[in-house]
């Protein structure tokens, strides 16, 4: 399994990409000697590994510890790393927290959500400098308290047209692939469709030319009930919790 790298990842349209989150040393180790083609250590690590009610919490410290424990663990994966929210609301905010997180944690690429006139100028910027981005559209947790909750994107004609607009102006301003986290089925088909670009789906139909989606959810490994679009495929939180039980149990006896 050759690590992946931008001129790879360019011909990889149609290919059924395969991405999933991490954030820890341990899980990192496995994921490395899997065929999975890359890692992302999303802010969603607020809400899974933190306890945060939104991702709006993350700071860019917390990204870097744990980018740079998934680092160690899987050096021969391409790594990208969230850039969390109140880290780029400006252009010159932007280049300077994605150069830290870039250098410090050694990751590949990093991904910002949203596709505002001021983003496409940061993505231009980075990607000049050598910072290959990742876009995300669609839902972008980081605005929920803006969008008003967490929802399915481009189900009217207005949204849909708006989604495709951003999709281009993305690949446009030099983004290497897009997360369509959350679009409507037929709006994620036809931007598939329209960009050279590789569409990295989560809850957006199965005609993206790839996938990602949260680690914890898919092991479950929390209490909480994953989001409807990712069913889980073993229980770990209840299995660890019936060992610990019985393991409990038989020392008090
Ligand atoms: O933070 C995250 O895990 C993400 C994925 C859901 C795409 O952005």
Do not use: W
Request: charged share 25%.
């Amino acid at each position: 399994m050759k690590k992946l790298n931008l001129r790879t990842i360019r011909q990889m349209k149609q290919k059924k990409i395969q991405v999933l989150t991490c954030y820890d040393y341990q899980t990192a180790c496995l994921l490395d000697q899997l065929d999975l083609d890359m890692i992302l250590v999303g802010d969603s690590l607020g809400n899974v590994m933190l306890g945060y009610e939104t991702t709006v919490e993350v700071s860019l410290d917390e990204m870097t510890v744990f980018a740079k424990a998934v680092r160690r663990g899987a050096p021969n994966k391409f790594l990208i790393v969230d850039l969390p929210f109140g880290t780029y609301s400006t252009i010159n905010q932007g280049i300077h927290s994605a150069t830290k997180i870039f250098q410090a944690t050694q990751a590949e690429a990093v991904k910002l959500e949203g596709a505002f006139p001021y983003q496409l100028k940061l993505i231009e910027r980075l990607t000049q400098t050598g910072i290959p981005v990742m876009g995300h559209i669609g839902l972008t947790p980081q605005s929920v308290h803006q969008l008003g909750g967490y929802y399915t994107h481009g189900k009217d004609q207005t949204d849909a047209e708006r989604l495709i607009q951003e999709a281009k102006s993305l690949e446009a301003a030099g983004a290497f692939a897009i997360v369509l986290e959350m679009v409507d089925e037929k709006v994620a088909t036809e931007i598939t469709k329209m960009l050279k670009i590789p569409t990295i789906g989560i809850g957006a139909g199965q005609e993206t030319d790839g996938q990602v989606l949260v680690i914890n959810d898919l092991l479950k490994m929390g209490p909480k009930t994953p989001p409807k679009f990712c069913t889980p495929i073993v229980d770990l939180y209840q299995i660890k919790k019936n060992y610990l039980e019985k393991y409990l149990k038989d020392q008090r006896i």
